[in-house]
């Protein structure tokens, strides 16, 4: 099996040949592996244009094999990502054995494509409630409550969920059950009343309704306030409207992997799968 380390080198040697070709001065300086991508950084000369890559793509796409090159800037540097035909798996066991204590509340979501381990703190001022949109949500949302799961003792959290999640029921801090909206309100108001934020709740839906819409902004306009989270997959986004998500992630059209869209910016990752499940 040829070595990772003498791919990589090969492949960094065909887009030098690539930009020689075309008269382009600029230097490979370095790379990133992510389970999705390999990412080659450029230095290229003063004045020397990004669109000038980009219009290389497709010969670049050529020289390596590759099904899929993409070119983008971040400051002076060019980055050129060549997507890997021997994708690998992100998996949630391998990322909760290679990640310190997380603060309380925090979830995995997965492998960023600058290859970093993409974290989700819900109690973040600018997150509080998260909506994944799209009809692979629901996966995304079972590694989210997996990770809190795993991470948190049954008296700092609780997960309440409403749907597909039947098979997680044997998890701690889990409770598969209808969501008593009435009672969930009355909680956030008494909490609220009383200074109290603990234990985090955690309200996950498996596809809200047009039925759900009312119920979601009554949960997101004090919940955070109170120490209590939705999690909510939106098949459709018109059915969330009027109620206030801090992130919506995405799915990016290819099972598996989504955009995270929030005040912070756009981040593309591979979300983290478990044990045994496909994307």
Excluded at 69 to 90: F, L, T, W, Y
Excluded at 164 to 193: K, S, W, Y
């Amino acid at each position: 099996m040829t070595d990772i380390r003498e791919t990589l080198e090969s492949q960094a040697d065909a887009i030098k040949d690539v930009l020689r070709r075309d008269e382009f001065p600029a230097r490979v300086t370095g790379g990133i592996l992510t389970p999705r991508w390999v990412q080659f950084h450029l230095t290229p000369a003063l004045g020397s244009r990004v669109d000038r890559v980009r219009e290389l793509a497709d010969e670049i796409s050529r020289a390596l094999k590759a099904s899929q090159v993409r070119v983008s800037q971040k400051g002076a540097a060019i980055m050129i990502e060549i997507r890997r035909n021997d994708e690998q798996p992100v998996m949630l066991a391998d990322l909760l054995k290679r990640l310190p204590a997380l603060p309380m509340g925090t979830a995995i979501l997965g492998i960023a494509d600058d290859g970093a381990p993409l974290l989700l703190r819900l109690p973040a001022v600018d997150v509080g409630h998260v909506v994944i949109v799209g009809a692979d949500g629901v996966s995304l949302a079972r590694t989210i409550i997996a990770s809190l799961a795993a991470t948190h003792r049954p008296r700092d959290l609780v997960l309440v969920m409403r749907g597909a999640f039947g098979e997680l029921a044997h998890m701690r801090n889990v409770h598969v059950q209808p969501i008593e909206t009435r009672e969930l309100i009355r909680v956030i108001d008494g909490r609220i009343a009383g200074r109290v934020s603990r234990p985090l709740i955690v309200v996950v839906f498996d596809d809200v309704s047009d039925a759900d819409r009312d119920v979601l902004i009554a949960l997101t306009r004090n919940g955070h306030r109170a120490g209590v989270h939705v999690v909510a997959c939106a098949c459709d986004a018109a059915r969330i409207d009027g109620a206030r998500f801090g992130v919506r992630l995405v799915s990016a059209g290819e099972p598996g992997y989504f955009t995270a869209e929030s005040g912070a910016g756009v981040t593309h990752f591979m979300a983290a799968s478990l044990r045994g499940e496909k994307r």
